[in-house]
């Protein structure tokens, strides 16, 4: 079996594999020419757009000897009816309270041609506009202003440079703004991320949302503990006690928030009746971007040559159903004088050059498809890297003011008080939910008595801030590792990991989150802190740091740092579509919703089926959508409702939160588990009599004791024989679905008169005809309800339930005189499971250390203006390179679960993990508590550069 990517011959032969690779004829063989998009965007966001200077731009063509292009702006749109993203009302007060703005003497209020502009609505994360009205104040510096459809590729990229040039200038004015009509935008968030500026208070009105976390044990007045057992999560504020709230709050609302007040100034107060020692830290940290190779780009064309009209997409993407639903929502609009028809719209996903969040929920799509809707030939969206720097979804920059009080003869843990400010730029996006996983994990993998968390989200004018790796877990894991590292520095035997091992401080399963939430799966952590204790890397480090300190003469300093993580898996709500179907020759087709992106999906969905079948999968189709929403196969987005047996809470994942392993995964394995029962099963017993439990695959034959050995293509090609010869009899294919909320959806399915409980929700079979016809097959009912309370206990108070523990190991010099870091050495342990592909599993603690260093020591995007001023790219932000990591790689130890040992507490047993987002997020605190091991500094603020270490180290 091969262990390298299947898609590894046409990346070494340079052959065509990514979407910048393509041209709209090499994919639609009916069209012709091709016509390049630009977005030319706002400069400003903090005064009323006024309008393009259209004389000067066709001034700066002609000057420039280019053909015009075509210019799209707010009032076309408008024309077309296609209205702006209604849904998100940012309560920041200083902007318009009016959702729609006059576009050039369009009333985008009105109605259109008898249709009402209020339906015409996307999903609430794209913003105010999807470009910026006269009239109008941009949501965000980049906030795209006009599409300029160029006939010549030339053309854009000579244009695009002289804007990029000309917007540095004090004097541009091709985009005109009202300079009386200043916006006093919220600056508190600029002011908390630079430590050099005075912090103070952040307005209300900033807001995009916030979350809380009040739990506590005390029982010393009838209010406690808290939360009630029967609220759901986070359902109370304890600042929103103000009976004049518009709207108003509900009394029993106001009065739970009462409730969560009085917790946390129980809490506070109990921690000083006791004696107990405080440790008040702030942290900061910087916005980042994804930095994928790969720049967004793709084609699309609005094609009327058939009897209907297609929108044809073909782009690289993390979420092909959000985007897809981004889009036909923006084309529930007139469109030429008619509106698409249903499944008008064909969406082609390409592997991508790299995700990491960056692509979850991104406008690019939308404005793609916008572009063709514009265009009589078929058009091209390439970001260069400077605009994917301005407008790409970065990591959130964040400030956490924590506060954690403990016994300082023992070091044990009392509560931890913690306020979250995350910047999520001028769009919400997905910063609520990253919010609310920061806050989840503010106390990490530790147990603490009490917690009163609370999470802010902020709304600035800088890029839009989305789900990049670790989604907000990095942040708290720095915050919350440094802290845990300097309390263990200075109790007992002044052993940071010992003391993380010892009283109980390390979550187990049984115990509860800041939530309340009970952990009943999987949990490593300890075991990896007790492995990472017995590491020469760990015992040796005084040792070591004694022989640097001589042979150095104190300029350059060693030290040893450790930190740990539970990462979260998945999203709280995890869905799934799987294929699996076997020819005549026995040659397996997987078919999944997932999207290869660098990760290895493609390599891991493929040998998924070996342990079924017999053989790894000789073809991977991703990005799969029209096929699981035909009518044979399509289930109806809604909770489990009795007597709705197609009905199902979620319909399929975007590719991130490191789902691969446990989720796409599972969902083939089950697939292929129907093929086999139903498909090859039947065949073996009719050449064996019966077919044993034992009976396992060897070298491609099914075995079993004194039984004659039977070849895969044996079995398979009697299958199909038999499926056409008894109609409804055997199957060669399967589709199901899945659906995970703290244990998997499951229910009986009867074929051939066989009823087997499958952890599956949707299930259809393929028993005749050609697979590549999805018409051919037939949904087999669910035949029990699944009430989501059973799926799900205390779903309402369960934010995530599955965590992949890590612990990072990790030796560095410091420079005392240039405040240079250097990386020495550094050991990885990883909580697994059990291990699907090895060489994935080293690839990403690789490029997830890889990732974390940058964040540690080099990368940042600065704050607006300066971020965002279209002229950031790789000359400004560094980025780590093979030289920065340590000289003898990164030295990787799996602890891989026991035999008979499985993650979920009940249900199907799987015994493998996510990893790949856990494998960055504590690699920052393990830098921080190395610097502090070798110099006594504790840094506060990243990334750790030579100004920062420098000053730190001041007397």
Known sequence: MSSVMSDREKKVRGMKVYGRDFRPQELWSGSSGCRYVYLLRATRANQKYLGLDRQQLDQVFAERGLQPP????????????????????????????????????????????????????????????????????????????????????????????????????????????????????????????????????????????????????????????????????????????????????????????????????????????????????????????????????????????GARPVLRIAAGT????????????????????????????????????????????????VYLAMAAL???????????????????????????????????????????????????????????????????????????????????????????????????????????????????????????????????????????????????????????????????LWLEREAKRKEYEDRGGGLVKYGVGFACAMQAIGTSGDAVFAEVSIDPKGEVTVRSTAIEMGQGSDTSLAIATTKVLGRRASRVVLGVLDRFDHPKVRLQRGNYTQGQPTNTPKLDNSMSASVTAFFHIHAVEQAAQVVFDHGLKPCAKRIWGDVPETATWQDGQLVAPDRQPIALETLAAMAHEQAAQQAGQVCTGAIVHTYYRNAYACSPYTINQTTQERYIDGLSVLYQGDVEDVGNYERVRRERDIPLDLVAADAERHIRSVYASVGHLIALTVHTRSGAIEVVDAVTLLDAGEVHHLESVQGQADGGFAMGLGMALLEEVPPSPVGVDGDLNLHRYPLIRATHLPPGGLQLRILELAPGEQILKSGPPIRKKGIAEAVMTPVMPAIANAIAHATGARLTVLPFTPTRVLEALKP
């Open 70 to 305: 075509d210019v799209i702006e707010a009032a076309q749109l408008a024309e077309r009816l296609i209205g702006a993203p209604y849904k998100q009302k940012p309560s920041l007060s200083a902007r318009p309270e009016a959702i729609a703005h006059p576009a050039q003497g369009v009333d985008l209020a009105s109605l259109v041609n008898g249709v009402k502009l209020e339906k015409l609505i996307s999903v609430e994360s794209f913003g105010l506009y999807w470009l910026t009205p006269p009239g109008g104040y941009p949501d965000h510096i980049g906030q795209p202003v006009a599409l300029l459809l160029f006939s010549r590729a030339g053309d854009l990229r000579d244009f695009a440079t002289w804007n990029r040039m000309a917007r540095r200038r004090e004097d541009y004015t091709l985009l005109r703004f009202d300079s009386s009509s200043q916006l006093d935008r919220e600056q508190d968030i600029r002011r908390l991320l630079n430590p050099l500026m005075a912090a103070r208070p952040l307005k209300e009105e900033s807001y995009y949302g916030s979350v809380h976390f009040i739990r506590s044990q005390l029982d010393k007045s009838p209010d406690h503990p808290f939360p009630p057992k029967d609220i759901g999560r986070s359902r109370y504020d304890p600042e929103g006690l103000a009976a004049n709230a518009d709207p108003p709050l509900d009394p029993r609302q106001l009065a739970l928030n009462l409730e969560a007040r009085k917790a946390r100034e129980a809490i506070r107060r109990s921690a000083s009746e006791e004696g107990l020692a405080w440790l008040r830290r702030t942290y900061f940290t910087q916005s980042v971007d994804p930095m994928f190779m790969e720049p967004e780009n793709g084609l699309a064309w609005f094609d009327e040559t």
């Open 318 to 365: 993390q979420s092909p159903r959000k985007d897809r639903e981004s889009i036909e929502q923006l084309t529930e609009v007139a469109v030429k004088g008619d509106t698409l028809p249903e499944h008008a719209i064909e969406l082609t996903t390409f592997p991508i050059g790299g995700g990491f969040g960056g692509r979850d929920v991104s406008t690019f799509p």
């Open 374 to 536: 514009f265009s009589d030939t078929p058009v091209r969206l390439l970001f260069d890297r400077y605009e994917q720097f301005l407008c790409g979804i970065k990591r959130h920059a964040a400030v956490l003011q924590n506060e954690l009080a403990y016994r300082a003869e023992t070091g044990d843990l009392h509560s931890l008080h913690s306020t979250i400010y995350m910047d999520g730029g001028g769009v919400l996006n997905l910063t609520k939910p990253v919010v609310e996983l920061c806050a989840l994990h503010a106390a990490g993998p530790y147990a603490f008595k009490h917690n009163a968390i609370s999470g802010y989200a902020i709304s600035t004018d800088s890029a839009p801030a989305g789900s990049m790796r670790g989604f907000g877990i990095p942040q708290a894991a720095f915050a919350i590792e440094s802290m845990i590292d300097e309390i263990g520095t200075t109790v007992g035997t002044k052993d940071p990991i010992e003391f993380r091992l010892k009283n109980n401080r390390l979550l187990k399963t049984g115990d509860v989150d800041v939530a309340g939430f009970v952990l009943r799966h999987h949990l490593d952590t300890q075991r990896i802190c007790e492995e990472a204790a017995k590491e020469p």
